[in-house]
């Protein structure tokens, strides 16, 4: 009787770390999925901030030649408040 006891204590045993490989297997390739998307990321910000920066310079170029076209001309934010809000 205790082997019978033994065998299926060392069968349960061995479900049991079965179980626990495959959750190991699962977390190693989710950790795998999330470095990918993580670099993914800070490739798309990478991109990003280099056009927000082309962007920046562009519109003080865009600044400095209406400044030169109209001196004093003023540039108000609030209008693009107001554009963004009928959006």
């Not at 205790?2 to 699962?26: A, C, D, E, N």
């Not at 991109?47 to 540039?75: C, H, N, Y």
């Amino acid at each position: 009787m205790l082997m019978y006891f033994l065998i299926g204590l060392s069968l349960v045993l061995v479900g049991i770390v079965g179980l626990q490989f495959t959750y190991m297997f699962y977390v190693e390739r989710m950790y795998r999925e999330r470095r990918s998307y993580l670099r993914e990321l800070e490739h798309r910000y990478a991109r990003l901030s280099d056009r927000l920066a082309f962007a920046e310079r562009r519109v003080a170029e865009q600044d400095i030649i209406l400044e030169t076209i109209r001196p004093g001309f003023e540039k108000d934010d609030e209008v693009w408040a107001d554009v963004i809000e009928e959006r």
